[in-house]
């Protein structure tokens, strides 16, 4: 039945019903040769006396995960995917599409061409085209809304989300939930079924959902106040939006053209290069060279040292995983303090309904403390959550190889000590290795997996699959001060000092970084994360700093005051009554008007413009030097590491994607320039020069088997 046809698009005959399968692993993407092959099924319907419905359905773990991303930015192949999904809602025999695993996007969008929709109970139904600065392309803003009103179509495509079955037949987005788990099955029951009836072909594009002007026109205006009240950057919202009025204002196939024209602007602009990069990116950090040669040690139980603000997260990330935790503290009265920690983030799930106050107790119920290390006999794994001090490190590390079995993963959250430093230590360097969580650690998605010298590949391997079950972003990095992002950051934030004392204000500089997209300017994060642990910091460096590299000494007389940021109401802002957001202060300006005047600095103005130029050549250059040097494997590596931990806005897709997308020679040209003031500081990242010696660009790094020689 299949002779010269698509090898991704299976055609066989039950009975009088045309089963035509999607098989394109992993996700049934839409790719060319699908599209095809899809064309191809439902020329044979047509032609096929005998054939009375066809029955779409996906092979594998989903019905189709949409349009195949791999094809964006390049050529067009045809044919292209409205086309298809045109002809299938013309088709003048019944087509079923059932659904199961993901029916996403342009996956979605075949589904909505097609005249009725089963889906088994577990399929998840979305439209997520902006996460990737798109918008539904293949039909989807003129189907979805005719076919479940404005309002909760707007609200599936700006969200992205993912809805399940029983969500979507109440939207009408299905005809019916199967009732067994095998969708060939249910869609052919259900084909059946309405071939009994003499169901007739039933097209969306005649569907009435929009019929009531006036509400639907309401939908659509308070989509775009939202918009407008909360703005992200983000240039596909303000289009989806757009191509809904157009489904209320324009006959169908107008719509369609129209929605054609918002989508090409939407494929052209660099947010969708940066979101598909940075969607790419992510997958990629999860598969290091370890992972998938060395077998993941096996994690039943784990041990946490440390109950403070990271020890208490990471054991609320562990318990979230469905893992018993044992916690360590020096005393009974830290224990308690450690037990409350995490108590507090279950009792606020509870306040806020988002959990039972049962399944609060059945979790914290694998939840175990001492002030023992030997109660750590039994766990697979150890985290180590202590004070930022070597020495305490050290003496933890050799409780750890005192009362841990042969083969426990001993791992470190240390921000900057030397991981290598710590595995020596202890008889077992083989399985120590650095864990680097952010803080909040049971939100934030990135783990740092800090790779020392001396550890056994399954201990890397069993690291990554951890990352995997807490549902974490992994990045692989090397031993040195800061590893990727706290490396990366203390240069940067530098570069932002330097504008502080040469004449920006914190305040300008913050606004200027959030214009850029990130949530929170620099100081604004330094007051959130509380400037005595950097200061702490730098006392600790001053003996070792390079006496030739300029030193910016404001951030030291803020904590001389004690002015830590929020946590003591003042730091670079005040925080009048607890208030989360600061104002700025007149009283850190003269601080810092005193600090120019010591330094002999004649403050001059800044525009916002070269305040990020700075700002990002600082991050891109030393960005370059950390994959130089291997302690990134990638430059994507980098990318993900500040986008997942620093705020970085994802629709740029990382810094060295974006300097990809300004140019590198750009970069080095603006570095150049600012050596011309500070040689010390600004000095070109060898990597940087031969790139652009050679023409490159960092993502001719991020292939297999790239180079940096
Ligand atoms: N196109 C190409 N490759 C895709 C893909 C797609 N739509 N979706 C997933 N993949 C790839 C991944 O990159 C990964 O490749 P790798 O093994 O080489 O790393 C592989 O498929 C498996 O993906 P995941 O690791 O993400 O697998 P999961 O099982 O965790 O998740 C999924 C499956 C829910 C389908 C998830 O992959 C996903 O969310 N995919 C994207 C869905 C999406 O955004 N679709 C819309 C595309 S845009 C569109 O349709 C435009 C249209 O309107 C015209
Ligand atoms: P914290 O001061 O809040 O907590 C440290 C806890 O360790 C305290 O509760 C203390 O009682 C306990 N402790 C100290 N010595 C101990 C010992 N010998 N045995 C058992 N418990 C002991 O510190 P925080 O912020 O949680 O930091 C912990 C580690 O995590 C540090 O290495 C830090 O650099 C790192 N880290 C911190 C981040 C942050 O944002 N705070 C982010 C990522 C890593």
Redesign the pocket.
Known sequence: MNAAGSPFVVRELHDDILVVTINH???N???SGVRRGLLEALDTAEALPQVRAVLLVGAG??FL????????GQPPQAPA??DVCNRIEASTKPVIAAMH??A??????VALAAHYRVALPSA?L????V??G?????G?TQRAPRLVGAQAALDLMLS?R?IGAAEALALGLVDRLAAGDLAQDEGLAYARELLAQGAPVRRTRDAAALADRAAQQAAIDAARADLARKPSGLFSPGRIVDAVQAALDLPFDAGLARERQL?VECLDSPQRAGLVHA??AE??T??APEVGTARPRPIHAAGVVGGGTMGAGIAVALLDAGLPVTMIERDEAALARGRANVTKVYDGLVAKGRMTAAARDAVLARWHGSTAFEALADVDLVIEAVFEEIDVKLAVFAQLERVCKPGAVLATNTSYLDVNRIAAGTARPADVIGLHFFSPAHVMKLLEIVVPAQVAPDVVATAFELARRLRKTPVRAGVCDGFIGNRMLAVYRQAADHMMEDGASPYQIDQAIRAFGYPIGPYQMADLAGGDIGWATRKRKAATRDPAARYVQIADRLCERGWFGQKTGRGFYRYPDGARHGVPDPEVEAVIAAERQRAGVTPRAFSDDEIVRRYLAAMINEGANVVDQGIALRPLDVDVTLLHGYGFPRYRGGPMKYADMIGLPQVLADIRRFAQDDPVFWRPAPLLLRLVERGANFDSLNQPGATHA
Do not use: C, N, T, Y
């Not at 996403?104 to 969008?109: A, F, I, N, S």
């Not at 798109?134 to 293949?138: K, N, Q, R």
């Open positions: 692993p992993p996700v993407a839409l790719g773990r989903d995960g949409g349009a195949d991303i791999r094809e964006f995917l409205p695993g993901a996403l996007g342009g996956g979605l969008e998840k979305g439209l997520p085209e996460l990737l798109l918008l539904p392309g293949a989807g992205g993912h989508f969607f790419f997958r990629a999860a598969k």
